[in-house]
């Protein structure tokens, strides 16, 4: 959930190619995705214009991928534009609530919160002070869906993943399970195992860990 910044080229045989500013990307990296698409990711120092120009050189492998991937996973499910929107408008009813509730909670203030269709990451806040949530959280448990808008909150205060941002992040996270357990919900078993497993690692910060985990067994759509 690095801060992040882009900008869409439209290839005639490709199609859309998302590129990206990062801040937590070292080098030019080049995704090929089936369902995603293709998205450029790059350091923030670097130009528009470079990574454009890798790009192209890379252009040819690029076609090669998406041409293996399409014979070997021809019966992929994409989803349609349809339950794009469906999952849109569940995302605007429940995400922008509960984000003002838990802004409420932990004392942090945004200015304003965006739902997107992004291919790579679930959220993503601005130095602004405005936060954009992908559609996908509502897909999630619930306990989830609150990491992800908690993590959004913390960048608010710390724009990096360093100690501090870890530091607030844990703190907000370890009050919200507890609220979770004394009141719960249809994830309650979700929500102990989480903490049990976060009771027993050895990680720095635990909650933050098992949670991030648990996140990557799902998909973007």
Not at 42 to 56: E, G, K, S, V, W
Not at 77 to 82: D, P, R
Not at 102 to 122: C, E
Not at 156 to 170: I, K, Y
């Amino acid at each position: 959930m690095a801060k992040t910044a882009g900008k869409v080229l439209n290839d005639p045989q490709i199609g859309e190619v998302v590129f990206r500013k990062s801040t937590r990307c070292r080098s030019i990296g080049i995704r090929v995705h089936p369902v995603k698409g293709v998205s450029v990711t790059f350091p923030y120092i670097l130009p528009y214009a470079a990574a454009q120009a890798f790009f192209q050189l890379r252009r040819d492998w690029v076609l090669e991928t998406m041409a293996r991937q399409k014979a070997r996973l021809g019966n992929v499910h994409v989803a349609s534009a349809e339950e794009i929107e469906d999952l849109r408008r569940q995302a605007k009813s429940v995400l922008p609530p509960r984000l003002a509730e838990l802004a409420l909670r932990y004392g942090f203030v945004y200015n304003r919160v965006t739902i997107k269709h992004n291919a790579s990451n679930w959220g993503s806040c601005s130095s602004k002070g405005n936060i954009n949530l992908n559609l996908n959280i509502v897909r999630l448990p619930a306990v989830l869906q609150d990491y992800i808008l908690l993590h959004e909150l913390c960048h608010l205060r710390h724009q990096d993943h360093g100690q501090a941002f870890h530091l607030l992040l844990e703190h907000v996270l370890t009050d919200n399970i507890v609220k979770l357990m004394d009141d719960p919900g249809p994830d309650a078993d979700l929500v102990s195992e989480l903490a049990r497993k976060a009771a027993v690692s050895k990680a720095c910060y635990p909650l933050d860990h098992v949670m991030t985990r648990e996140i990557k067994k799902y998909q973007l759509v």
